[in-house]
Nanobody
């Protein structure tokens, strides 16, 4: 399974970005797909995920009401829409997939990772 994250950039506080995670080598209905982020000097944090069925989603408390996750099965792509961005959202954002087989969201572990995309929010 290969994942390609894109859509990061520099945005002012209060702005929006949409991250994309293009998946190849498998299909979205087989995997929980998640977005995680890591800021300098901080531990990696799970931000959001969507289950293989598409019916289960998770968003970490710190971004609830601002971030939402969705997917397009036809394009095999998962999106993270980020609104009302804050400087503390600045991080490298990664998308990842679990092994599949009906795992939970969030899963116990992610097994496949894409490269990160930098999100920088200026104050």
């Amino acid at each position: 399974v290969q994942l390609q994250a894109s859509g990061g950039g520099l945005v002012q506080a209060g702005g929006s970005l949409r991250l994309s995670c293009a998946v190849s080598g498998s299909t979205l209905d087989k995997h929980t797909i998640g977005w995680l982020r890591q800021a300098p000097g901080k531990e990696r944090e799970g931000v959001s995920c969507i289950s293989s069925s598409g019916g289960g989603t998770y968003v970490v408390d710190s971004v609830k009401g601002r971030f939402s996750i969705s997917r397009d099965n036809a394009d095999n792509t998962v999106y993270l829409l980020m609104n009302s961005l804050k400087p503390e959202d600045t991080a490298v954002y990664y998308c990842a997939a679990d092994r599949g087989y009906g795992g939970t969201c969030p899963p116990l572990r992610y097994d496949y990772w894409g490269q990160g995309t930098q999100v920088t929010v200026s104050s």
